[in-house]
């Protein structure tokens, strides 16, 4: 089954809007969650990632929210630009698991000039 | 900087062939993975590695086969290549709060 669920599959938002990709995962044993932005043509890059002792995380205009009650975390994108246009993966890692990350299916994101 | 590098960009192989997708990462990582990315499904781990002759079954194991003589290398392998074996391959190394990826191989089996 999928450890980590991921929604939208697919986002249009217009420039300047604030784009939300949302992930659910299962496993209380995860404590790490990074978020990975891939372009077409290029592998995933590790984008911003939260551990479960914080509620949020912000790195310039991305911002990740964390609920650890409701095992839930989102990827705010603030004024988003048509240059954040790109694939977005949420994942989760538990420790003493060879490093093993659980990826979400992705978030196609488009953002309109 | 730190690097993962797939050896091809694209390839076309003919159903029935065997196929080498080969993958080196400079940074020294103990841990090396498959994954394959079709659309709608995200990245599945095929299989991965955590030390050098060392493999373990990812989710996706089915067809495939892995090779890790050196710890810097690590290949995928496909046995009998078939066209549900079309996809984009890619290979990771792994520290502890993260992966880095390389830029992904497309194969075409046709």
């Known amino acids: 089954q999928q450890q980590v669920k991921q929604s939208p599959q697919s986002l249009i938002v217009q420039k300047g809007g604030i784009s939300i990709i949302n992930c659910a995962y299962e496993?209380?044993?995860?404590?790490?969650f990074p978020w990975y932005q891939q372009f077409p043509g290029k592998g995933p890059a590790l984008l911003i990632a939260?551990?479960?002792?914080?509620s949020e995380k912000k790195e310039g205009r991305f911002t990740i929210s964390f609920n650890k009650s409701a095992k839930q975390f989102s990827l705010h994108i603030m004024d988003s630009q048509p240059g954040d246009s790109a694939t977005y993966f949420c994942?989760?890692?538990?420790?003493?698991?060879?490093?093993?990350?659980?990826f979400g299916s992705g978030t196609k994101l488009n953002v309109k000039p | 900087d730190v690097k993962v590098t797939q050896s091809s960009r694209y390839l076309v192989k003919r159903t029935g062939e065997k196929v080498f997708l080969e993958c080196v990462q400079d940074?020294?990582?103990?841990?090396m993975f498959w994954y394959r990315q079709d659309p709608g499904l995200g990245l599945r781990l095929i299989y991965f590695?955590?030390?050098?002759?060392?493999?373990e079954k990812g989710d996706i194991p089915e067809g495939y086969s892995v090779s890790r003589e050196k710890k810097e290398r690590f290949s995928l392998i496909l046995e009998s290549a078939s066209t549900n074996q079309t996809s984009m391959y890619l290979c990771?190394?792994?520290?502890?709060?993260?992966?880095?990826f390389g830029s992904g191989t497309r194969l075409t089996v046709v």
């Open positions: 994942a989760a890692s538990g420790s003493g698991n060879f490093n093993k990350f659980y």
């Open positions: 939260i551990r479960p002792d914080v």
């Open positions: 940074m020294d990582h103990e841990n």
């Open positions: 590695s955590y030390d050098v002759k060392m493999k």
């Open positions: 496993n209380t044993a995860f404590d790490y």
């Open positions: 990771a190394s792994s520290f502890r709060w993260g992966y880095t």
